[in-house]
């Protein structure tokens, strides 16, 4: 089955401006979850949806967003750049809310934000 | 609050000799899962293995296995018969049941010589 895809792969935009990661999970995944991944920080849990609902959200400014739609796939919107928001950012993808169900949960590829 | 750590930034392996990768973890949870992931440079989180707290004998995937000790709290990571292809940043994370958010340690970053 198709893995997690995530678009784009890259991207470079200027301090001050917007934009929209997308993420669609494996078929029959209804969980997605964010993470940034800087040198400096590592890995650091952005938010997850379920069913189209934020279900929790990590420690990042009003600026990162996100949403999923009826179909699991997810976007996440940060408005505003600024340099530090230069990153990977990854996707995950589970079953469902709970961990129990989560025995396996499977990453995109990432998109690489640049911000100069 | 839940910690993951590994505590060994880089590993050198001989190609075709086993590795042992640390973690050590932290929660009150008494319902958890363990990951390991490999990262190469691509950037893709690659899932090799999993063990559930609950799980009585020690995961293994081919040439993965995770060394279990849930009374030490670890859950190091073994591959055996390391291949060039294995070279990437490893990583150790940890899911409590009563969420689904993932806690990753820092990674290490191995490299098989040949």
């Known amino acids: 089955k198709a893995g997690v895809t995530q678009t784009p792969r890259y991207l470079i935009k200027t301090r001050g401006q917007q934009v929209t990661l997308s993420c669609s999970p494996i078929s029959g995944h209804r969980s997605v979850s964010w993470y940034q991944q800087t040198p400096g920080q590592g890995l650091q849990f952005l938010f997850e949806?379920?069913?189209?609902?934020?279900?929790n959200k990590g420690n990042f400014p009003g600026r990162f967003s996100g949403r999923q739609f009826s179909n699991s796939r997810s976007e996440m919107n940060v408005s505003t750049l600024e340099l530090g928001d230069s990153a990977l950012y990854l996707c995950a993808s589970s079953l469902g809310p709970r961990g129990a169900m989560n025995t396996e949960a499977f990453f995109g590829q990432g998109t690489r934000l640049t911000v100069v | 609050a839940q910690k993951i750590t590994q505590t060994q930034p880089g590993m050198f392996v001989q190609e075709k000799e086993a590795v042992t990768l640390d973690c050590t973890y932290d929660t009150s949870d008494p319902s958890y899962g363990l990951f390991w992931y490999k990262q190469p440079s691509s950037g893709e989180m690659i899932f090799l293995i999993y063990?559930?707290?609950?799980?009585?004998q020690n995961a293994t995937e081919g040439r993965y296995s995770l060394n279990f000790q849930k009374a030490r709290k670890s859950a190091n990571l073994v591959i055996s018969a390391s291949q060039l292809g294995d070279s990437a940043m490893y990583f150790c994370a940890m899911r409590v049941w009563s969420g689904n958010q993932f806690y990753f340690g820092t990674g290490t970053s191995l490299t098989v010589i040949p």
């Open positions: 063990q559930g707290s609950y799980d009585q």
């Open positions: 949806y379920f069913s189209e609902t934020q279900r």
